[in-house]
């Protein structure tokens, strides 16, 4: 079994910066992908920042964190973080963590997600 920790959320003034960290753990024959999603109220999830391919380091981020987020990944220890500076009001959500895994060679990828951190950007 796989699981994906998540840490890092919290309270956070406008303009200010976090730092959300993923840690996946367990059977993990290699990461396909890996990043984040969030999720704010009455809302779709919607796709944060993630690397396309774990591996290469290529990397898709959503347009209205672009230039204000960063994300960055740990292959040795299947870990992925995301910096966020200039935090708006509008990134208030749950921000949630997912892997593409295949457990061992040969199987499937299944995809995995943490069970979600609570980020709130207001004064």
């Known amino acids: 079994q796989v699981q994906l920790v998540e840490s890092g959320g919290g309270l956070v003034q406008p303009g200010g910066s976090l730092r959300l960290s993923c840690a996946g753990s367990g059977s993990i024959f290699s990461i396909v992908a890996m990043g984040w999603y969030r999720q704010a109220p009455g809302k779709q999830r919607e796709l944060v920042a993630v690397?396309?391919?774990?591996?290469?380091?290529?990397?898709t981020y959503a347009d209205s964190v672009r230039g204000r987020s960063t994300i960055s990944r740990d292959t040795a220890k299947n870990t992925v973080n995301l910096q966020m500076n200039n935090l708006k009001p509008e990134d208030t959500a749950v921000y949630f963590c997912?892997?593409?895994?295949?457990?061992?060679?040969?199987?499937?990828?299944?995809?995995?997600w943490g069970q979600g951190t609570q980020v709130t950007v207001s004064s």
């Open positions: 690397f396309t391919s774990f591996s290469g380091g290529t990397t």
């Open positions: 997912n892997a593409v895994i295949r457990e061992r060679l040969g199987s499937q990828f299944v995809s995995y």
